[in-house]
């Protein structure tokens, strides 16, 4: 079955420092998000990527972050200057066709990031 | 107010059991709901959405949503070890340019031999 994969698995970097997460999204998938779940607290939407640009973002998604595909497979999270709240675990996912659509959106395993 | 309300658990139960896990929201936007299924340090894996009101049955899973009441349920049957994740309820709003699901904080469900 096709999956949505990610690394790394778990990054561990000094606060200030930055962050490059990278995805794979499913192959003939056209939408691309990025959801973070910090331990024990909910799911939280960061950004949705569609036809190279950003489609919606959340409020937690500020200048500190940014999204590219910088080519046809891969899809990065760029967190500039990392801070202590932004430990947690990023989600990558992908969907054929729009989320709001009730379209299955497929998760990747995460990245652990922890910013000590 | 929360926009998506869950009970965390941890809520147990033997094997074989009927599970009902619940939702409530307050947005009246959503029409798309979701249960996913969480293991330890995993991505959330779909089990079941729903558009609008209604029910929807899957196996042993049953999905039930109820707009008047902003109140959505999952009910696993025949409970299996196996099982035992956090479920987590998802809902979207429909129409062009929605594209986030909100989440609720999940139900920690263990089920016991």
């Known amino acids: 079955e096709p999956e949505v994969t990610q690394t790394p698995s778990h990054q561990v970097t000094q606060m200030g420092q930055e962050v490059i997460l990278r995805c794979v999204p499913i192959?003939?998938?056209?939408?691309f998000y990025w959801y973070r779940q910090i331990l024990g607290q909910k799911v939280e939407f960061l950004v949705s990527?569609?036809?190279?640009?950003?489609?919606?973002k959340s409020e937690i998604f500020d200048d500190q972050f940014s999204v590219e595909r910088p080519d046809g497979s891969n899809f990065t999270l760029k967190i500039r200057s990392t801070k202590l709240e932004d430990s947690a675990m990023y989600f990558c996912?992908?969907?054929?066709?729009?989320?709001?659509?009730?379209?299955?959106?497929?998760f990747g395993e995460g990245s652990w990031l922890t910013v000590v | 107010q929360k926009e998506v309300e869950q009970d965390p658990g941890p809520l147990s139960v033997p094997e074989g059991a009927i599970v009902s896990l619940n939702c409530t929201y307050s947005?009246?936007?959503?029409?798309?709901f979701m249960w996913y299924r969480q293991y330890s340090r995993k991505g959330p894996e779909l089990l079941m959405y729903?558009?609008?009101?209604g029910n929807k049955e899957d196996g042993r899973f049953t999905a039930q949503v109820d707009k008047s009441s902003k109140y959505i349920s999952l009910f696993i049957r025949d409970s299996q070890p196996s099982d035992s994740a956090t479920y987590l309820c998802?809902?979207?709003?429909?129409?062009?340019?929605?594209?986030?699901?909100?989440f609720g904080k999940g139900t920690k469900l263990s089920v016991i031999p």
């Open positions: 996912a992908s969907s054929e066709l729009t989320g709001s659509g009730g379209n299955t959106i497929y």
């Open positions: 192959s003939n998938h056209l939408y």
């Open positions: 990527f569609y036809n190279n640009e950003i489609s919606e």
């Open positions: 947005n009246s936007a959503f029409q798309y």
């Open positions: 729903t558009y609008s009101s």
């Open positions: 998802a809902m979207s709003p429909s129409g062009a340019g929605s594209y986030q699901l909100t």
